[in-house]
């Protein structure tokens, strides 16, 4: 795709720092650079070879010098836009970065729209829809074993694995549609007697995928992690636990917490965001209600539930209301304040906390939190594809996408065992290639690569 206009952004964070850099890309970058820059060399930018940095000043076209500035210049199509591009190496100051912008603007460069540049890279081939959102997780990135996640897709992991289920796909397509087209060449036994036990096995490697979805989104985002339990438990003081900080308020006074308190804690790599919540009773003063229905709304939208109860007083009435809010949650039982005592009886864990993880700790007292941050890091990775190294989704898109695919796989199997006609194979077996081209960013409606792109800042 050839595009007629030249953009032009600041890439680095607003500020003042040692160096700010300005981004130019399109056909008439150098043209539209040399008409502002000055090289010490005294060397036109139309003379300089791709991939150098000169050294310069960026002067006014009114002739004023602006500032010292360092220029790499980087011509395509071996760029990340597949256009030129150039980067002027300002001072990172705020004022010397937008006169340069303005003097760009001026000889003939447009203000970049939020994200353009990725998505020129998009359109033109250099990289594709998984490796866009590999981008935006990279700079996201909370944990290093998110970073790594994200590295791995934008080196374009997930994306070689998608084309080798295509391929996979387009091999059985092909056959079919030369069986339909030359029905003389039909052997005796049917055609799919050929291929069945490569989509059984195709659909076996799609689901394996799948299970990543839910982990690699966790990794990517953060493990929602609601705190939960009745007033006074020491919901607070688990989370400043688990922080090392006096994140939250801790008082005796129930109701002390009348707002959900958000922190994240890096567990091995793994990134937490801890919802610390106000405790669920009923109340009459109207801010803890507000509170309290946030707290319900925060374990909706939890992938993980602790749920706090006192072993000194043991399981109460208003536990057991709470326990019966949070049923269909994955649950871990955090029993607190072990150092005052444990009046949970064997019989009571077996009646009512038999589906969770049951952990014991004092939070007052530091003991017990390093075996909760085991269990809450093998919630999310045991039993799951290695995240390090392996091939994983990472958000809500790419699984619906597979889950589609998977579908339309799924009928292919069943129309194969009534006996159904080859051409009405064809069908599921053309919409699951391109469910899965979808992954990738193959046949994108233009809305959503315009909600996408305007996730990312104008610089990038």
Do not use: W
Not at 209 to 221: C, N, S, V, W
Not at 232 to 261: C, F, H, M
Not at 276 to 305: F, H, N, P, Y
Request: contains cysteine; proline residues 2%.
């Amino acid at each position: 795709m050839i595009f007629d206009d030249t953009i032009a952004a600041i890439s680095t964070p607003i500020g003042i720092g040692g160096i700010g850099i300005i981004r130019v890309s399109g056909n008439d970058t150098i043209p539209i650079v040399n008409k502002i820059f000055r090289a010490g060399s005294k060397k036109s930018l139309l003379d300089t070879a791709s991939h150098t940095i000169t050294y310069g000043h960026i002067v006014s076209l009114e002739g004023n010098v602006l500032d010292e500035v360092l220029v790499m210049l980087m011509k395509g199509p071996k760029t990340f836009t597949r256009e030129d591009v150039i980067e002027i190496n300002c001072h990172g100051g705020p004022v010397p970065l937008n006169c340069v912008l303005m003097e760009l603007i001026k000889a003939g460069a447009r203000l970049a729209d939020q994200g353009e540049f990725t998505k020129r890279a998009f359109l033109n081939g250099r990289i594709d829809l998984a490796q866009v959102e590999a981008i935006m997780d990279i700079i996201e990135s909370k944990t290093e074993l998110s970073l790594s996640q994200a590295v791995g897709q934008l080196e374009g992991k997930l994306s070689k694995q998608i084309k080798i289920y295509q391929d996979m796909l387009i091999q059985i397509i092909a056959r079919i549609e030369v069986s339909i087209d030359y029905p003389e060449y039909d052997m005796d036994e049917p055609i799919t007697s050929d291929f069945e036990e490569e989509l059984k096995e195709l659909l076996d490697k799609l689901r394996i995928l799948l299970k990543t979805a839910d982990t690699g989104k966790m990794i990517r985002e953060g493990v929602k992690t609601a705190i939960v339990g009745r007033p006074n438990v020491g919901k607070s003081s688990l989370l400043n636990a688990l922080l090392e900080e006096n994140k939250a308020i801790v008082t005796d006074i129930p109701g002390t917490t009348r707002d959900v308190v958000e922190a994240y804690l890096n567990i091995e790599g793994v990134p937490f965001l801890l919802l610390d919540t106000a405790g669920i009773r009923e109340t009459e003063d109207i801010v803890e209600k507000i509170g309290v229905e946030k707290s319900k709304t925060s374990i909706e939208e939890a992938d993980l539930v602790l749920v706090l109860i006192d072993s000194n007083e043991g399981v109460t009435e208003k536990d057991l209301e709470i326990l019966r809010q949070v049923k269909d949650k994955k649950l871990f039982f955090v029993l607190n304040k072990t150092d005052l005592g444990n009046h949970i009886s064997q019989e009571i864990i077996n009646k009512y906390l038999l589906e969770g993880e049951i952990v014991y700790i004092s939070a007052k007292k530091q003991k017990g939190l390093d075996a909760l941050k085991v269990a809450m890091k093998n919630f999310v990775v045991k039993g799951q594809v290695s995240i390090a190294g392996g091939v994983t989704l990472s958000n809500r898109r790419q699984k619906e996408s597979l889950l589609h695919a998977i579908t339309s796989l799924d009928k292919v199997i069943e129309a194969i065992e009534l006996g159904l006609p080859e051409d009405c194979l064809a069908i599921d077996l053309h919409d699951a290639y391109g469910h899965l081209g979808m992954i990738v960013g193959e046949a994108l409606k233009d809305e959503i690569i315009n909600e996408l792109f305007g996730r990312f800042c104008l610089g990038k």
